[in-house]
């Protein structure tokens, strides 16, 4: 972690209800372009912006060292918090990387923040003094990035699928049972992209999904890693991915094959066995489905499980269980080892935050983690240059064609939420 004295910051925060959003309830479009932060599903959720506090963390405890640092910030803070629901009071959004021996992780408390759960809307500010504001203001209109041009990132799609059949040879081998391989490809838009209009997109026709915004990382996923509130875990496991058609009819007939496809079942039951047992030791109880279901959207079907345990303590909190959850063998593979040492050698890329956790905390430890998947991170030095990701599980029975299509139908939410049309 940097030297910057965080825990010795005093941070005033106060949380008031706001019944009359200037949007009409559309947490959203209440964002400025500046820095905004997001973690939206369904029209609720949390959007923040401007910055109360930092904290950047590195190397291989990073979550530990956020949470560390978060706790130090959180005893100081002088906190009035009418509401008293899951994200009032403080509340630090986050980011971690995917392998935390190559890129950073960040929280960020924001100054402003406006949130919603079940009809009931609030605002809370944070500052180094008492503040009594209770409005906000619209804001600027958002900005279409024009014409979008993409060109290939680290691997070329032929070379790509040549190293899936690189690591289907290592797992026939038993050198593994599992891997996740991803790829990347970049986007140049003719304009400087105002993450609003990605947001705005994304959560409109991937509503069932988590819109999330980072410290420039945007995207939104269908995966919960995990969520922790009151002395209780859910986490939501996809594994097994098959590409929709766009025909009802056809796509039920594809759900179906999914549910019964060997190599699928496979691959979601390492995925599901690796939370569950990252999961035991934290839990008095588990429940663990002996089925998956089929989650329908707009792009693909998954395979998915809703794992949920009664925490032993629950002072654990979720940035505890962010650490003990991470990576799994959804994005990793299994062994947890060896999957990463492949990774290294056959993607040939920094996956950076891609893959990794995502979300927000708040005061008493609690909060909701999902991880960074359909997302793209916007360059920081040039906001025309944004790096989309996509990444496939795996197994004996992989096919690297088969894989390379999947890869495109994961890569469609981040096009279409850079697209003008």
Not at 39 to 48: E, M, N, P, S, T
Not at 207 to 230: I, K, N, Q, S, Y
Request: charged share 20%; aromatic share 6%.
């Amino acid at each position: 972690m940097r030297d910057d004295p965080v825990g010795a910051q005093t941070l005033v925060v106060r949380t008031v209800a706001f019944d009359d959003p200037p949007t009409s309830g559309d947490l959203l479009r209440l964002l400025p372009a500046d820095a905004p932060l997001s973690w939206v599903r369904r029209g609720d959720g949390l959007v923040g912006w401007g910055t109360a506090a930092r904290i950047d963390v590195t190397g291989p405890d990073q979550v530990a060292a956020a949470q560390a640092a978060w706790a130090a910030l959180v005893d100081r803070a002088v906190v009035r918090d009418e509401i008293g629901l899951p994200g009032t009071g403080p509340v630090a959004f986050g980011s971690f990387a995917f392998d935390p021996t190559t890129a950073d992780g960040v929280l960020v408390v924001p100054a402003v923040l406006v949130g919603r759960r079940d009809g009931q809307t609030w605002l809370t500010t944070v500052g180094p003094a008492a503040t009594r504001r209770t409005t906000v203001s619209v804001a600027a209109p958002v900005r279409a990035p024009g014409p979008v041009r993409y060109s290939y990132g680290a691997l070329d799609p032929q070379t790509w699928a040549a190293r899936v059949a690189d690591a289907v040879a290592v797992i026939r081998s038993g050198g593994a049972d599992k891997v996740v391989l991803a790829r990347d490809v970049v986007a140049r838009t003719t304009e400087p992209l105002d993450v609003r209009w990605a947001l705005d997109r994304l959560a409109r026709r991937y509503d069932t999904c988590w819109t999330f915004c980072v410290d420039g990382l945007v995207g939104a996923t269908p995966e919960l890693l995990v969520r922790a509130e009151r002395g209780l875990v859910t986490s939501r496991v996809l594994a097994g991915t098959i590409q929709r058609t766009g025909d009802d009819e056809a796509d039920l007939a594809r759900a179906g094959v999914l549910a019964h496809s060997s190599k699928d079942l496979e691959e979601h039951e390492y995925a599901v066995r690796s939370v569950a047992g990252a999961l035991a030791p934290y839990c008095t109880s588990a429940n663990v489905p002996d089925v998956p279901f089929v989650l329908s959207l707009p792009n693909v079907l998954h395979l998915a499980s809703d794992i949920t345990g009664v925490l032993a303590r629950p002072t654990t909190g979720s940035l505890g269980m962010v650490a003990a959850l991470h990576p799994s063998a959804a994005v990793c593979g299994t062994p947890a080892p060896t999957a990463a040492d492949l990774i290294r050698e056959l993607e040939q890329m920094d996956r950076g935050r891609y893959a990794g956790p995502v979300g927000w905390t708040g005061a008493d430890g609690d909060g909701e983690w999902g991880i960074a998947l359909r997302c793209a991170q916007v360059d920081p030095t040039d906001p025309r240059t944004v790096r989309l990701f996509a990444g496939c599980g795996v197994v004996a029975a992989s096919d690297p064609v088969a894989e390379l299509a999947e890869s495109q139908a994961k890569l469609e939410p981040m096009r279409y939420a850079l697209g003008s049309g």
